[in-house]
């Protein structure tokens, strides 16, 4: 199965790749005030992706702090679920056994 997915994946990207290669041709792009970019398909494509990512990223960095601060004043509120296996032990092993 793996075996599957390593060539899926390599044809996929020789795929992608022949199709960067064959499309060296000027694009021009046009910006606001008559300001252009004349660059390669492959890079404006290229550089259309990077914006897109960076802009998902810059757009999830809140929702991540929030759920960074949630989960840390979670887990100094109740130190059994932060993982911290000491804490853990000891309230273990001070309860009976077989209750």
């Known amino acids: 199965m793996w075996l599957l997915q ?3 994946k390599a044809a996929i990207f020789f795929t992608l790749f022949a199709f ?3 499309n060296q041709h000027e694009a021009v792009v046009h910006f606001f005030f008559g300001t252009t970019w004349q660059a390669p398909l492959v890079l404006v494509v290229l550089s259309a992706f990077i914006l897109g990512v960076a802009i998902g990223v810059l757009g999830m960095v809140p929702r991540w ?3 960074r601060r949630l989960s840390q004043r979670t887990n100094s509120l109740n130190p059994e679920a932060s993982g911290n296996s000491e804490a853990a032990t000891s309230t273990s092993a001070n309860a009976p056994h077989g209750i």
């Open 20 to 22: 960067a290669l064959n």
């Open 65 to 67: 702090w929030k759920q």
């Open 6 to 8: 390593l060539l899926l």
